[in-house]
């Protein structure tokens, strides 16, 4: 599994601390492509918001 980790600015309000929006897939490819989309297109798709960084990181199974 792999997670896709975005920061966001302080417009965008999440309840943790560092201020991230994390999803799980499947590979590494749909992680970047998620992060990839958020980058080009920003928050929702709109073209407002856009995030602050971006990563992808395995999580390994236990």
Known sequence: ??????????????????????????????????VEAIQEHGLGGEGEIFPLSVDVKFIPQT
Do not use: C, F, G
């Open 1 to 34: 599994m792999w997670t896709s980790i975005v920061k966001w600015p302080k417009e965008v309000s999440l309840p943790n601390a560092e201020n991230e929006s994390r999803d799980t897939h499947q590979s590494e490819r749909h992680a970047w492509a998620v």
